[in-house]
């Protein structure tokens, strides 16, 4: 059954750091765009960095809170992409999940996303 399996989260003070995984089967990450959301306390969906493998040759982008901190990366030989977090910051608190095609939990159907990792960065 084809599906994503995302890993990697933690607790951490501020100032450390996680590598996030996500790891497909049954389909090719590279044939697709895909991306990193985070949901908040507050159950929000923030897009927090893009990989467009299939619309944009490989562009990335990134959330404006996350961008010099936050790194995306993929391993085609794994089937994998990785979100390099660095200088964590309490307000990156949240639920991460990766999704492919990029939308958010849940937006519709015959989407793919992991089940989710919890990163906790206190003060």
């Known amino acids: 059954e084809a599906g994503l399996e995302d890993a990697g989260g933690g607790s951490v003070q501020a100032g450390g750091s996680l590598r996030l995984s996500c790891t497909a089967s049954?389909?090719?990450?590279?044939?697709?765009?895909m991306a990193w959301y985070r949901q908040g306390p507050g159950n929000e969906c923030e897009l927090v960095a893009r990989?467009?493998?299939?619309?944009?040759?490989?562009?990335?982008t990134y959330a404006d809170s996350v961008k010099g901190r936050f790194s995306i990366s993929e391993d085609k030989a794994k089937n994998s992409v990785y979100l390099q977090m660095t200088n964590l910051k309490p307000e990156d608190t949240g639920v991460y999940y990766c999704?492919?095609?990029?939308?958010?939990?849940?937006?519709?159907?015959?989407?793919?996303w992991g089940q989710g990792t919890q990163v906790t960065v206190s003060s």
């Open positions: 999704a492919a095609p990029p939308a958010c939990r849940g937006a519709w159907t015959g989407n793919y």
């Open positions: 049954g389909f090719r990450l590279d044939t697709t765009d």
């Open positions: 990989l467009n493998s299939y619309s944009d040759s490989g562009s990335i």
